[in-house]
C-alpha cells in the first residue's frame, strides 16, 4: 500500500491545520505507539500472505517470518484441485447484480422520501427503517422454505433476490438528496421536466459521492456476506468465496497455505476496491452515524 | 450534530407535491392519478423486494415458531410448546449468557481502544492518513477470512501467537481448544476486525468538537484529564451512542467468525444464539424451535434498542 495513494488529498508536508508536528518526547512516544498497534493491524495480513507462499505450512514446524521458498503452489492447487475459478465468478456475479439493484431501488426510493411527498409517507419511511433492526437469522428458516417452494434453492436467483433492496441504502441516499437544494427541481421544472428526468438528469448527478459509498458498500456486504449463502447455495458450483473458504478449512485441516491463499484472493478486491474509494468509504461510514 | 435515530424521522421542507410543469397540467384529476402513479413507480421497486424478502418471512417466522417442523414433512401445529421448551431449557440460558460474554467482552475492548486511537489520530500526526487505512483494513475484510487467520495466528501447538509467548517464556493457552479461552479467542478476534470501524465514527466525533471549548476550559484552568472527561467526552457522546447502538445489535447477532472459528465448541463453550439457530435448523430439523428463538433474539433486540434509545436522553448531549 502506497503511502502517496493514501495522502494524495493532503499536502505533502502533513497536517497544517492543527498545531505542527513537534518531535517532543511525548510526541514521539505516541508515533511509536501508534506505529505498533498499526504493525499489529496489518501482521495478520502479512502473516496470511506469508503463509499462502509457504507450501506445506501447517504440517510441522514453527513459523518463519519470511518463506524459505516461496511458492505459487497453493494458489494453483486452489485453481486446480477445488473449482476456485468458478467460486470467485459466483461471488463476483453475485456482488454486482447486488449493487447495480440496490442502487437503482435505493435511488428510486430515496427520491420518493425527498421529493415526493403523499399521506402516510413518514409511516412508511419508518417501516423501510424497522426492516434495518430484524435480523436476517430471523429470516433464514422461511426465506429458505419460500425459495424451496419456487424452487430457487441452489441457484442465483435464490442468492440475490433477499439482497435487492436494502433500507440502508434509502436511507444514505435521502441523506444526500436532501442536501440537494429544491430550486435546482423547480428550474429543471419549469423547463418542462418531467419527475423521471428530474431524478435522471438533476438528483443523481448531484449525489455521486452518496452513490460510489452506496456501491462500495454493497458490493462489501455482497462479497462478505457468509449465513444466506450458506444456506441457500450448497452444491460446490454454486457457492460463494466465503463460504468455499470455510469449507476449505474442513477439508484441509492441516493444509493453510492453500486456506491462506484463498484469504488472500477473496481481499484484494476489497483492497483494490477500498484503495479507489477510501476517501468515500470512511467519510461513508463516519457520515451514517453523525451529521 | 444530531444522532441517527432523531436524523430518521426529519423530513425537508416540501410543501405538496412539487408543480409539474404547464405541459402536465390539464385536468386536476389526472394530474393526481399521474402524481400517484409516479410515486408507485418510484417506490416499488424497493417495496416488492422488501415486503416479499424481509416482511412476509418475518411473520412467517412467528407462525413457524408455533410449529413442529424438520422442513420436509408438512409442519404440525403445537401452539407455545417451542417457547416453553426453550424457556425452560437450561441450554436456552446458557446460550443467552455465551452471546452477552461476548458482548460483554468485545464491546469495552473495541470502544476504549478505539477512542484510544481516534484521539491519537486527531492529533498532529505524521502520516495519520495512512495509519488511518491501516486501522481500517480489517473493516473491509470478510469475518470468515478474519476467523481463519486467528484461527491459524492462535493455533495452540504451532500458531505465532503461542511462538512468540514462547520466546519470553510464557506457555500460551489451547486458545480455541480450551473451553475457558475459546470465547476471548472469538472477542480477540472481532476486537481486532471491528476497531477501525469504531475508530472511524468517533474521529468524526472529535472532529466535529469545536476546538474553542477546549481553549476555554484550558483557559479556566481545566489539565487534560479534566478536558478529556469535562468537555471532549461529554461532546462525543452522540458518536459514542451510535457506536453502542450498532455494537449491541450486531453482538447479539454473532454467528460468522463463531462458524468458522469453533463451529459453537469446545463443549459448547462458544455456542451463541444464531449458532443454535442454525444448527437447530440445519442439523437437527427443529425449524420450529429455530423459529421461536429467533424470534426470542429479535425481542431481546427490539428491547435493548428501544431501553438505548428511551435512555439517551439522559446521557447523551446532542450541543
Keep these: ?291 | 450534530m444530531t444522532g441517527l435515530l432523531s436524523q430518521a424521522t426529519a423530513t425537508p421542507p416540501v410543501d405538496g407535491p412539487p408543480a409539474l410543469g404547464p405541459a402536465v397540467s390539464r385536468r386536476r384529476g389526472s394530474r393526481r392519478l399521474r402524481y400517484a402513479l409516479t410515486v408507485l413507480v418510484f417506490l416499488l421497486p424497493s417495496a416488492v423486494p422488501l415486503t416479499l424478502f424481509v416482511l412476509v418471512p418475518m411473520v412467517a417466522a412467528a407462525g413457524i415458531s408455533l410449529t413442529e417442523w424438520n422442513l420436509l414433512r408438512p409442519a404440525e401445529w403445537v401452539g407455545f410448546d417451542n417457547y416453553v421448551r426453550l424457556l425452560t431449557n437450561p441450554e436456552t440460558a446458557a446460550i443467552f449468557w455465551h452471546t452477552l460474554y461476548y458482548i460483554l467482552g468485545y464491546l469495552p475492548l473495541v470502544y476504549v481502544g478505539g477512542l484510544l486511537i481516534a484521539l491519537a489520530l486527531n492529533t498532529a500526526l505524521r502520516g495519520r492518513t495512512l495509519f488511518r487505512g491501516i486501522y481500517f483494513l480489517p473493516v473491509i475484510t470478510s469475518w470468515i477470512v478474519v476467523a481463519l487467520v486467528w484461527r491459524w495466528l492462535l493455533n495452540p501447538s504451532n500458531g505465532v501467537v503461542n511462538t512468540v509467548l514462547g520466546f519470553f517464556g510464557i506457555d500460551g493457552p489451547g486458545w480455541w481448544t480450551d473451553p475457558a479461552w475459546a470465547m476471548p479467542s472469538i472477542i480477540l478476534a472481532s476486537a481486532w476486525k471491528d476497531i477501525g470501524f469504531v475508530m472511524v465514527i468517533l474521529l468524526a466525533g472529535l472532529q466535529a468538537i469545536d476546538p474553542e471549548l477546549l481553549d476555554a476550559a484550558r483557559v479556566d484552568g481545566a489539565g487534560p484529564w479534566r478536558r478529556f472527561f469535562s468537555v471532549t467526552l461529554p461532546l462525543l457522546s452522540p458518536a459514542t451512542f451510535f457506536v453502542l447502538v450498532i455494537s449491541l445489535i450486531n453482538g447479539f447477532q454473532v454467528f460468522d467468525q463463531v462458524y468458522a472459528m469453533t463451529g459453537g465448541g469446545p463443549g459448547g463453550a462458544t455456542q451463541v444464539v444464531v449458532q443454535q439457530i442454525y444448527d437447530l435448523t440445519f442439523r437437527y430439523g427443529r425449524a420450529g424451535e429455530a423459529s421461536a428463538l429467533s424470534w426470542m433474539l429479535f425481542i431481546v433486540i427490539l428491547a435493548v434498542t428501544v431501553i438505548q434509545i428511551r435512555g439517551q436522553r439522559r446521557w447523551v448531549n446532542y450541543g
Design chain 1, 1 to 291: 500500500m502506497a503511502e502517496t495513494t493514501l495522502t494524495r488529498q493532503r499536502p505533502r508536508t502533513g497536517p497544517r491545520t492543527g498545531p505542527r508536528t513537534r518531535w517532543s518526547a511525548r510526541s514521539i512516544i505516541l508515533h511509536v505507539v501508534i506505529a505498533l498497534g498499526a504493525l499489529a493491524m496489518f501482521f495478520p495480513f502479512y502473516w496470511t500472505l506469508i503463509t499462502s507462499l509457504s507450501p506445506g505450512t501447517g504440517l510441522s514446524g514453527t513459523p518463519s517470518f519470511f518463506p524459505a521458498n516461496p511458492s505459487l503452489d497453493a494458489y494453483l492447487r486452489l485453481f486446480t484441485d477445488v473449482p476456485f475459478a468458478r467460486v470467485v465468478g459466483n461471488s463476483l456475479l453475485l456482488a454486482v447484480i447486488t449493487t447495480l439493484a440496490q442502487l437503482f431501488t435505493s435511488a428510486t426510493a430515496a427520491y420518493v422520501f425527498s421529493r415526493l411527498p403523499f399521506p402516510g409517507r413518514g409511516v412508511v419511511f419508518g417501516i423501510y427503517l424497522a426492516t434495518m433492526m430484524i435480523p436476517l437469522q430471523v429470516l433464514v428458516v422461511p426465506l429458505f422454505a419460500q425459495l424451496r417452494t419456487w424452487g430457487l434453492v441452489d441457484t442465483y436467483f435464490g442468492a440475490v433476490l433477499p439482497t435487492l433492496a436494502a433500507a440502508f441504502g434509502v436511507f444514505l441516499l435521502r441523506q444526500a438528496m436532501n442536501q440537494v437544494p429544491v430550486q435546482l427541481d423547480e428550474a429543471a421544472s419549469l423547463d418542462g421536466a418531467g419527475h423521471f428526468r428530474i431524478f435522471w438528469g438533476v438528483i443523481l448527478p448531484n449525489i455521486r459521492p452518496a452513490l460510489a459509498t452506496l456501491a462500495v458498500f454493497a458490493f462489501m456486504g455482497s462479497w462478505n456476506s457468509f449465513l444466506w449463502p450458506l444456506v441457500v447455495l450448497r452444491s460446490p458450483e454454486v457457492q460463494t468465496l466465503p463460504v468455499a473458504l470455510a469449507g476449505l478449512q474442513g477439508q484441509y485441516t492441516t493444509q493453510w497455505d492453500i486456506v491462506m491463499a484463498g484469504s488472500v484472493i477473496s481481499i484484494l478486491p476489497m483492497l483494490a476496491l477500498y484503495l479507489f474509494a477510501q476517501k468515500y468509504i470512511i467519510q461513508g461510514v463516519a457520515n451514517t452515524g453523525l451529521k
